[in-house]
């Protein structure tokens, strides 16, 4: 049963449901069609990926939904999931600093899957991630999840359930049963496995994508939810914190979409911020010979520090070392997905010198999460010499935008890894010209036929 008029619940999911396409800003939708490109490079570049091929090749059964960077058609939750694992594999999904994880690639492949087969406009597609991305967001807000736990497939199952919901155009009842219901369908995530390098984390996004399409399932054939899902699971389960009134707060005027960041490096976001110094050092003074190297001291915000691995065990572990990834990024002069490889993470250059990158917490860095990532490098010679440089901000957050042409260009070295160089730019343009598409079945078709071993 539904809980009491104009509780917290009661308005989220009013407003999840009722909202119409046209109630949303020109500059939120043109961002959700940014963000869908963005989400669709990192999984076709996943999708590359020989795991993740892998994964696919045994996933069996016809279906209605593409899986992404292929020809295949799956059902809509496998579609779901497989979308989701390739889009994390490469860490070049977008995120959101305010949450603390990755909304689009919660919503975006859920959505997609169930958007396949079904007569929706380009701009009802846009409005439900946008609105599935915002509601997910908006928990990630206002809970604390125990610091033990990742936040990929945890409150992610709800962006993903509110996308599906909407395109199957669940009431309000309906709406507020699908997010309690997605509250209890979310993953116990272990933060260890980013730092060890166990891959399974790359699947958490995908089972969250999975665990929405049941959802909108499951409310379908009229399965009910707890009358508050959403603060008994995140304000007793995963976290003593629930911040209800958060939760709400500028419901309908503040976007989570628009407070969103793009990444360029391909390694975790808590890196970030050391490789914008390292690369001011390197726009001041130029490439740096890593010979000439004595130590890099890294000084950091607490999430950063944490990633402080000099020897990773495999390419996850390497995404989440910051003395990896300062030293590939000397080495190979680029933060791009070829410097993130497994070759790169036993190269005994490039190991040797992450021996010599030593990070330092800054208490006062600490305290400006979570609207600012700040770091500080200082580069010693050999000869003595020092260099240093400080950033506040990680460059492609919403407040230091990286410019629609340089997404666009790591859209496209993500998709030419297995789709034809047409074919990718005109799905981008396709993509960001979706708000006036009457169906989108032609994206579908362009994707579907885009690889390159379909022609």
């Given at each position: 049963m539904a809980g009491e008029d104009n509780d917290t619940l009661d308005r989220v999911a009013n407003f999840a449901a009722t909202t119409k396409p046209s109630d949303l800003p020109a500059d939120v939708i043109e961002r959700a069609a940014l963000i869908l490109a963005d989400c669709i490079?990192?999984?076709?570049?996943?999708?590359?990926?020989?795991?993740?091929?892998?994964?696919?090749?045994?996933?069996?059964?016809?279906?209605?939904?593409?899986?992404?960077?292929?020809?295949?058609?799956?059902?809509?939750?496998?579609?779901?999931?497989?979308n989701g694992t390739a889009g994390t594999t490469l860490e070049m999904d977008e995120g959101n600093q305010f949450c603390k994880g990755h909304?689009?690639?919660?919503?975006?492949?859920?959505?997609?899957?169930?958007?396949?087969?079904?007569?929706?406009?380009?701009?009802?597609?846009?409005?439900?991630?946008?609105?599935?991305?915002?509601?997910g967001a908006r928990v990630g807000i206002s809970t604390q999840l125990r610091p033990s736990m990742?936040?990929?497939?945890?409150?992610?199952a709800i962006c993903a359930a509110t996308a599906v919901a909407r395109i199957l155009g669940a009431t309000k009842d309906q709406m507020r049963h699908v997010i309690s219901m997605s509250a209890s369908l979310g993953l116990s995530t272990s933060r260890r496995t980013m730092l060890e390098g166990g891959t399974v984390r790359n699947i958490f996004a995908g089972v969250s994508g999975q665990m929405g399409v049941l959802a909108g399932d499951m409310v379908s054939a009229g399965f009910t939810g707890d009358v508050d899902g959403v603060s008994q699971v995140f304000g007793h389960v995963v976290s003593d914190v629930f911040d209800d009134t958060a939760f709400a707060k500028d419901l309908g005027t503040r976007w989570e979409v628009s407070r969103n960041y793009f990444k360029m490096h391909s390694c975790c976001r808590y890196?970030?911020?050391?490789?914008?110094?390292?690369?001011?050092?390197?726009?001041?003074?130029?490439?740096?010979?890593?010979?000439?190297?004595?130590?890099?001291?890294?000084?950091?915000?607490?999430?950063?520090?944490?990633?402080?691995d000099p020897a990773p065990q495999n390419v996850l572990a390497g995404k989440f070392s910051v003395p990896f990834a300062i030293a590939t990024t000397l080495v190979n002069r680029s933060t791009a997905v070829d410097s993130f490889t497994m070759t790169n993470v036993t190269n005994p250059v490039i190991l040797d010198l992450a021996k010599h990158v030593k990070l330092v917490e800054d208490p006062a860095m600490t305290g400006c999460l979570p609207d600012k990532r700040p770091a500080r490098v200082t580069i010693t010679l050999k000869s003595g010499k020092t260099w240093q440089a400080s950033t506040e901000t990680n460059r492609g957050d919403w407040s230091a935008p990286y410019p629609p042409q340089e997404?666009?260009?790591?859209?496209?070295?993500?998709?030419?890894?297995?789709?034809?160089?047409?074919?990718?730019?005109?799905?981008?343009?396709?993509?960001?010209?979706?708000?006036?598409?009457?169906?989108?079945?032609?994206?579908?078709a362009a994707m579907?036929?885009?690889?390159?071993d379909s022609k």
């Amino acid at each position: 049963m539904a809980g009491e008029d104009n509780d917290t619940l009661d308005r989220v999911a009013n407003f999840a449901a009722t909202t119409k396409p046209s109630d949303l800003p020109a500059d939120v939708i043109e961002r959700a069609a940014l963000i869908l490109a963005d989400c669709i490079g990192a999984i076709v570049g996943g999708a590359a990926e020989p795991d993740v091929a892998e994964l696919t090749r045994r996933q069996t059964g016809d279906g209605p939904a593409l899986v992404i960077g292929t020809s295949l058609t799956r059902s809509a939750g496998m579609a779901a999931l497989l979308n989701g694992t390739a889009g994390t594999t490469l860490e070049m999904d977008e995120g959101n600093q305010f949450c603390k994880g990755h909304p689009g690639m919660h919503t975006v492949p859920a959505a997609l899957a169930s958007a396949a087969g079904r007569q929706i406009t380009g701009r009802e597609l846009l409005a439900a991630i946008a609105i599935g991305y915002d509601v997910g967001a908006r928990v990630g807000i206002s809970t604390q999840l125990r610091p033990s736990m990742h936040p990929h497939g945890t409150w992610g199952a709800i962006c993903a359930a509110t996308a599906v919901a909407r395109i199957l155009g669940a009431t309000k009842d309906q709406m507020r049963h699908v997010i309690s219901m997605s509250a209890s369908l979310g993953l116990s995530t272990s933060r260890r496995t980013m730092l060890e390098g166990g891959t399974v984390r790359n699947i958490f996004a995908g089972v969250s994508g999975q665990m929405g399409v049941l959802a909108g399932d499951m409310v379908s054939a009229g399965f009910t939810g707890d009358v508050d899902g959403v603060s008994q699971v995140f304000g007793h389960v995963v976290s003593d914190v629930f911040d209800d009134t958060a939760f709400a707060k500028d419901l309908g005027t503040r976007w989570e979409v628009s407070r969103n960041y793009f990444k360029m490096h391909s390694c975790c976001r808590y890196n970030h911020a050391a490789l914008d110094a390292l690369a001011i050092i390197q726009e001041t003074h130029g490439p740096l010979d890593p010979e000439t190297i004595d130590s890099v001291l890294v000084e950091t915000y607490s999430l950063a520090v944490e990633l402080d691995d000099p020897a990773p065990q495999n390419v996850l572990a390497g995404k989440f070392s910051v003395p990896f990834a300062i030293a590939t990024t000397l080495v190979n002069r680029s933060t791009a997905v070829d410097s993130f490889t497994m070759t790169n993470v036993t190269n005994p250059v490039i190991l040797d010198l992450a021996k010599h990158v030593k990070l330092v917490e800054d208490p006062a860095m600490t305290g400006c999460l979570p609207d600012k990532r700040p770091a500080r490098v200082t580069i010693t010679l050999k000869s003595g010499k020092t260099w240093q440089a400080s950033t506040e901000t990680n460059r492609g957050d919403w407040s230091a935008p990286y410019p629609p042409q340089e997404i666009q260009g790591k859209y496209m070295s993500l998709t030419t890894r297995l789709w034809h160089e047409e074919n990718a730019a005109q799905i981008w343009d396709m993509v960001n010209d979706l708000d006036a598409a009457p169906s989108v079945d032609t994206l579908f078709a362009a994707m579907a036929t885009a690889p390159k071993d379909s022609k």
